[in-house]
Nanobody, 132 residues
Framework: QVQLVESGGGSVQTGGSLRLSCTVS???????????LAWFRQVPGKEREFIAA???????DYIDSVKGRFTISRDNAKNTVLLQMNSLKFDDAAAYYC???????????????????????WGQGTQVTVSP
């Protein structure tokens, strides 16, 4: 059984930084080139929004609003996927979730990794608060 646990959220001022971690069990992050793993965020009353992904095949993807500020990476030794968030803005405040699909190679079409419906395993989320 795959389990994901997010950590690293907290409160920062605009312009600050946080590093979120997604600790994976039941699957090795070395295999993420077959499965993919993504970060999403959600604010109350809105749909869950794709942020960044380690895509099937190994490429990275980001939404435009975080490009140049957020970086997704793997820590193989800790079996963890990281999301480094710099230059945080008020609009970045949300609950952040990591997710991975059930089957390998299931996110092979160009934009499938951006849809939360394509992910079976989710963490419980970690809250990020950004104050002016």
């Amino acid at each position: 059984q795959v389990q994901l646990v997010e950590s690293g959220g907290g409160s920062v001022q605009t312009g600050g930084s946080l590093r979120l971690s997604c600790t994976v069990s039941g699957r090795t992050v070395r295999d993420l080139h077959m499965y993919g793993l993504a970060w999403f965020r959600q604010v109350p009353g809105k749909e869950r929004e794709f942020i960044a992904a380690l895509k099937v095949g190994g490429a990275l993807d980001y939404i435009d609003s975080v490009k140049g500020r957020f970086t997704i990476s793997r820590d193989n030794a800790k079996n963890t996927v990281l999301l480094q968030m710099n230059s945080l803005k008020f609009d970045d405040a949300a609950a952040y979730y990591c997710a991975t699909p059930r089957a390998p190679w299931s996110l092979s079409t160009p934009s499938s990794h951006r849809s939360p419906a394509n992910y079976a395993y989710w963490g419980q989320g970690t809250q990020v608060t950004v104050s002016p």
